[in-house]
Nanobody
Framework: QVQLVESGGGLVQAGGSLRLSCAAS????????MGWFRQAPEKEREFVAA????????SHADSVKGRFTISRDNAKNMVYLQMNSLKPEDAAVYYC????????????????WGQGTQVTVSS
């Protein structure tokens, strides 16, 4: 069973950048497809991005396309989310997740989840 720990969240001004990291332990990361999700207060959890086991396939939500980039380094058991041109509406708790099935969009049921990292964007 893989354990996931996110880091890299914080407070940033609108237009700024953050890089979120997700560290995996308890399993080899290249066994899993990975995803990033976010949840703002009083809103449903939202898919942000996904990456296949090898990193050869990625998908990003329309709301972040062109601004966010998901990547992974299987040798380091790490997954990243580079977030540029941040907007106040990007503020949320960001979660990374792992599953053996590649899934994008609403309704994905990933098996393993981290505890989340808070991203706050000031206007």
């Amino acid at each position: 069973q893989v354990q996931l720990v996110e880091s890299g969240g914080g407070l940033v001004q609108a237009g700024g950048s953050l890089r979120l990291s997700c560290a995996a332990s308890g399993g080899t990361l290249d066994s899993y497809h990975m995803g990033w999700f976010r949840q703002a207060p009083e809103k449903e959890r939202e898919f942000v991005a996904a990456i296949s086991r090898s990193g050869g396939r990625t998908s990003h939500a329309d709301s972040v396309k062109g601004r966010f980039t998901i990547s992974r380094d299987n040798a380091k058991n790490m997954v990243y989310l580079q977030m540029n041109s941040l907007k106040p509406e990007d503020a949320a708790v960001y979660y990374c997740a792992a599953d053996r099935t590649y899934c994008t969009g609403k309704g994905c049921r990933y098996d393993y989840w981290g505890q989340g990292t808070q991203v706050t964007v000031s206007s």
